[in-house]
Structure formats: structure tokens, C-alpha cells
């Protein structure tokens, strides 16, 4: 019965002070849809990146690193042998790569390994000589580290995969040398060793660099172009089941295959501090902002309790507790914070959606920005939390009214 009462004394300070309720409310829903807007505008541009970047390399890529050799400053007779270190040429073949496959497949983390050659080449159709590219892998395991089906915009991957001397060309390429699915298109490597290939299919990363300059061939394919045997290999990419987690395993791939691994955040330092960055920045500037709106409903109920230290003081005589008083007032805080949480989510669900739609351009496409659940609870919680002290803290002030000093003002 108690309760029912706080309640509606609750619900008639929020009426009889609708102006103020209104601007209260309104203030959370700019806060909730601004947070919730610019978390799911990073999640997106995460989202995106990360898509990006997976397109064309994998989580970890494992290869034989550049030997130096050790700088000798003085002999037996102390003169100088070696002024500065040089990279000793030796070959970059990863000895016996099928053994190392094994190992790292063994390991329960590890989603797909794809051994891999990056060959460079030119490429020639008629007059058209363009410089680039091409990736040799296994094809079922190629499409499980990049999905590259997922980028396609003609042929067949089918068709690709069995084909020993199918191509996979990027969008540029096949825009400047005017290629279609089912041309030839020539393959010059350094070794000059030249190879004919059949246009299976034409990819769209939407990363320009990758798509004017990059093709996907057999392994085999790639062999041929280096003038190598069956077990050639100069690489051998890992993805595992979580890719933030890719740096934990370097060092432990390092050690069980000898060979140097490196985790693409190590690859990409530049581009995971900028994403630090606009982390700290997006969720810096959508905190302020809901706390701001927070502050507006604090100073409501602290001037509501002014306005009403009378009738608390009346409350309290009829054998109202200084609990009761807090319900009241906290009821009143979390009312007008619902109303603007479900506002605020409504507001940023539309512009999300809306957002969704707007065609970028570039290699961004569509703008970067998703439902995220994750942000919406995340917002909404820290609405309410935020809302609640805004209430509490002026109720423990009501509750400490004293009516006797109030009734002899």
C-alpha cells in the first residue's frame, strides 16, 4: 500500500512539473542516441576495417625472416672487417611445410593454415602490361582464411578451384586491361617464366590497392611462375577462432615451427593505434555527453526538493520514513530517465537504419555503422545508472529533512 502511494506521489510531482520533466527527458534522449550512435559508429568502423584488412592478409603469417649478418668490428689485428651488417641472400623456402601444417593444425585454437606464395609478376593482355601481384594458395583453404567468395562480383569460385590454371583477378586489374570471366590474361614472374591463365572470376575488396594490383592463383600455379617444385612454399598463414587474440600465439608459432610469426596487429601498428584513438575519442565525447544529461535531471530534483521541502516535511509528520522519500524521488528520476532511454534508443535505432542506406563511396561503400546489441545494452544500463544517482543523491537530501525546523520556519 506503502508503495503504491510513494508511487503516485512520484507520478503528480512529475506532472504538475511537465516543462521540467520534458527538458529532463529530452536531455537523456540526445545523451542515449548520441552514445549509442557513436558506439555502434565504432563498432562499425571496426567491423569494417577488420573485414578490410582480412580480405588480404590472414592473422598470422609465418615465414622465414631476412638473416643478418653479425657485424665484426676488429680482428686479431684490430682492423676494422665489417663496417655495417648486410641481409645475407638466402633463399625464403619454409623447409618441409607439410610438418609444420600438421603442428599448427594440431593446436585447438587454430581455424584454418593455408601455405601460401606471393609472387610478383606482370601481367600482359595484348598491349596491356600492367605490374603486380599474384597469391598462390590451396583454394579450399584460400576461401576459408579470406572468403574470398564473399567479394565476388563474377564467376564462379567453383570453376577457380578446378581449374589448375584459373586466376582470380582484382576489379582495377580487370578494369584496366578490359578483362571479363573467360579471357586470357599472361603471367611473366621474375624468374621469366610465363603462364597463360583463364579468367575465372573477378574480385572487389574495396581496397583499391589490393584490387588494382592482386590475383589469386593455384598454388601449383605460383610454383610454376618460380620455377619451383611441389614443395615450395615461402609462407604459411594462420587464422584463429579469435583474431584479437592472434598476438598470444606469435611467439608460441614461433617456437614450434622455427620460423618468424607475425600477428597482423604487429603488421599494422600504425592502423590499430589510429583505432586505439578513436576509441578513446567516440567513447570520451558520448560518456560526457549522457553525464551532462544526467546532471540536467540532478538539478531538477534538487530544485523539485526545494520547491517541495513543505510537503516532504508534511510526509514525514504523517509517519513517512526518510526511505520513503528516497522512493519518491527515485521513482520520479527512473521514470523520466525510462521515458528518455526508450526515446533515446528509438532516436538512434532510426538514424542507424537511416545511416545504414547512405551510400559512401570509395573503398568504404556503404556508411560504417551497425546494430550492435552489445552498445544498446551497454547504453542503456549506464542511462539508467546514470539517471538513478541524479535521483538518489537529492532524495538522500529529502530524507533528511527535519519537519520540526521546517514547521517552525
Same mark, same amino acid.
Given at each position: 500500500?506503502?508503495?503504491?502511494?510513494?508511487?503516485?506521489?512520484?507520478?503528480?510531482?512529475?506532472?504538475?512539473?511537465?516543462?521540467?520533466?520534458?527538458?529532463?527527458?529530452?536531455?537523456?534522449?540526445?545523451?542515449?542516441?548520441?552514445?549509442?550512435?557513436?558506439?555502434?559508429?565504432?563498432?562499425?568502423?571496426?567491423?569494417?576495417?577488420?573485414?578490410?584488412?582480412?580480405?588480404?592478409?590472414?592473422?598470422?603469417?609465418?615465414?622465414?625472416?631476412?638473416?643478418?649478418?653479425?657485424?665484426?668490428?676488429?680482428?686479431?689485428?684490430?682492423?676494422?672487417?665489417?663496417?655495417?651488417?648486410?641481409?645475407?641472400?638466402?633463399?625464403?623456402?619454409?623447409?618441409?611445410?607439410?610438418?609444420?601444417?600438421?603442428?599448427?593444425?594440431?593446436?585447438?585454437?587454430?581455424?584454418?593454415?593455408?601455405?601460401?606464395?606471393?609472387?610478383?609478376?606482370?601481367?600482359?593482355?595484348?598491349?596491356?602490361?600492367?605490374?603486380?601481384?599474384?597469391?598462390?594458395?590451396?583454394?579450399?583453404?584460400?576461401?576459408?582464411?579470406?572468403?574470398?567468395?564473399?567479394?565476388?562480383?563474377?564467376?564462379?569460385?567453383? %570453376? /577457380?578451384?578446378?581449374?589448375?590454371?584459373?586466376?582470380?583477378? $582484382?576489379? *582495377? #586489374?580487370?578494369?584496366?586491361? @578490359?578483362?571479363? =570471366?573467360?579471357?586470357?590474361?599472361?603471367?611473366?614472374?621474375?624468374?621469366?617464366?610465363?603462364?597463360?591463365?583463364?579468367?575465372?572470376?573477378?574480385?572487389?575488396?574495396?581496397?583499391?590497392?589490393?584490387?588494382?594490383?592482386?590475383?589469386?592463383?593455384?598454388?601449383?600455379?605460383?610454383?610454376?611462375?618460380?620455377?619451383?617444385?611441389?614443395?615450395?612454399?615461402?609462407?604459411?598463414?594462420?587464422?584463429?577462432?579469435?583474431?584479437?587474440?592472434?598476438?598470444?600465439?606469435?611467439?608460441?608459432?614461433?617456437?614450434?615451427?622455427?620460423?618468424?610469426?607475425?600477428?597482423?596487429?604487429?603488421?599494422?601498428?600504425?592502423?590499430?593505434?589510429?583505432?586505439?584513438?578513436?576509441?578513446?575519442?567516440? %567513447? /570520451?565525447?558520448?560518456?560526457?555527453?549522457?553525464?551532462?544529461? $544526467?546532471? *540536467? #535531471?540532478?538539478?531538477?530534483? @534538487?530544485?523539485? =526538493?526545494?520547491?517541495?521541502?513543505?510537503?516532504?516535511?508534511?510526509?514525514?509528520?504523517?509517519?513517512?520514513?526518510?526511505?520513503?522519500?528516497?522512493?519518491?524521488?527515485?521513482?520520479?528520476?527512473?521514470?523520466?530517465?525510462?521515458?528518455?532511454?526508450?526515446?533515446?534508443?528509438?532516436?538512434?535505432?532510426?538514424?542507424?537504419?537511416?545511416?545504414?542506406?547512405?551510400?559512401?563511396?570509395?573503398?568504404?561503400?556503404?556508411?560504417?555503422?551497425?546494430?550492435?546489441?552489445?552498445?544498446?545494452?551497454?547504453?542503456?544500463?549506464?542511462?539508467?545508472?546514470?539517471?538513478?544517482?541524479?535521483?538518489?543523491?537529492?532524495?538522500?537530501?529529502?530524507?533528511?529533512?527535519?519537519?520540526?525546523?521546517?514547521?517552525?520556519?
Amino acid at each position: 500500500m506503502k508503495h503504491a502511494i510513494n508511487s503516485e506521489i512520484a507520478f503528480t510531482y512529475i506532472n504538475s512539473n511537465k516543462k521540467l520533466t520534458a527538458v529532463a527527458a529530452l536531455g537523456i534522449v540526445l545523451g542515449m542516441a548520441v552514445y549509442i550512435f557513436m558506439n555502434s559508429m565504432m563498432a562499425g568502423f571496426d567491423k569494417q576495417i577488420n573485414e578490410s584488412i582480412f580480405k588480404s592478409i590472414s592473422h598470422i603469417k609465418i615465414y622465414k625472416d631476412d638473416e643478418v649478418c653479425a657485424p665484426l668490428n676488429e680482428d686479431s689485428t684490430h682492423k676494422t672487417l665489417i663496417i655495417n651488417p648486410k641481409v645475407i641472400p638466402t633463399s625464403n623456402k619454409i623447409i618441409n611445410p607439410n610438418r609444420i601444417i600438421q603442428l599448427l593444425e594440431s593446436h585447438p585454437d587454430v581455424a584454418v593454415v593455408s601455405p601460401q606464395i606471393n609472387t610478383g609478376v606482370f601481367y600482359k593482355n595484348g598491349k596491356s602490361q600492367i605490374s603486380g601481384t599474384s597469391v598462390g594458395f590451396i583454394p579450399e583453404r584460400g576461401n576459408r582464411m579470406y572468403n574470398i567468395e564473399s567479394f565476388m562480383v563474377d564467376g564462379n569460385y567453383q %570453376t /577457380f578451384k578446378n581449374n589448375p590454371n584459373g586466376i582470380l583477378v $582484382g576489379a *582495377g #586489374i580487370a578494369s584496366k586491361m @578490359n578483362l571479363s =570471366v573467360g579471357d586470357n590474361i599472361s603471367l611473366t614472374s621474375s624468374k621469366a617464366v610465363t603462364k597463360v591463365m583463364r579468367v575465372e572470376g573477378i574480385f572487389q575488396t574495396n581496397n583499391s590497392g589490393v584490387d588494382k594490383a592482386r590475383t589469386f592463383i593455384s598454388l601449383q600455379a605460383a610454383q610454376q611462375l618460380q620455377a619451383e617444385g611441389p614443395t615450395y612454399v615461402t609462407e604459411i598463414n594462420v587464422n584463429v577462432n579469435d583474431f584479437n587474440a592472434a598476438e598470444q600465439y606469435s611467439a608460441l608459432f614461433s617456437n614450434l615451427t622455427g620460423y618468424k610469426a607475425e600477428d597482423w596487429k604487429t603488421s599494422n601498428e600504425t592502423l590499430v593505434a589510429g583505432n586505439k584513438m578513436r576509441k578513446v575519442i567516440i %567513447t /570520451f565525447v558520448s560518456v560526457t555527453i549522457l553525464l551532462v544529461a $544526467g546532471f *540536467g #535531471i540532478y538539478n531538477i530534483l @534538487n530544485m523539485t =526538493v526545494s520547491q517541495k521541502i513543505n510537503d516532504i516535511a508534511i510526509l514525514k509528520a504523517m509517519g513517512f520514513r526518510g526511505n520513503d522519500v528516497v522512493k519518491i524521488f527515485v521513482t520520479q528520476a527512473m521514470t523520466i530517465g525510462a521515458m528518455g532511454v526508450t526515446a533515446g534508443v528509438i532516436a538512434a535505432s532510426g538514424l542507424i537504419y537511416w545511416l545504414q542506406h547512405v551510400y559512401i563511396g570509395g573503398d568504404i561503400g556503404y556508411f560504417p555503422i551497425y546494430f550492435n546489441l552489445v552498445k544498446f545494452l551497454q547504453g542503456i544500463g549506464f542511462g539508467l545508472l546514470i539517471t538513478f544517482l541524479a535521483g538518489y543523491i537529492p532524495a538522500r537530501k529529502a530524507a533528511k529533512v527535519d519537519p520540526v525546523s521546517i514547521f517552525r520556519k
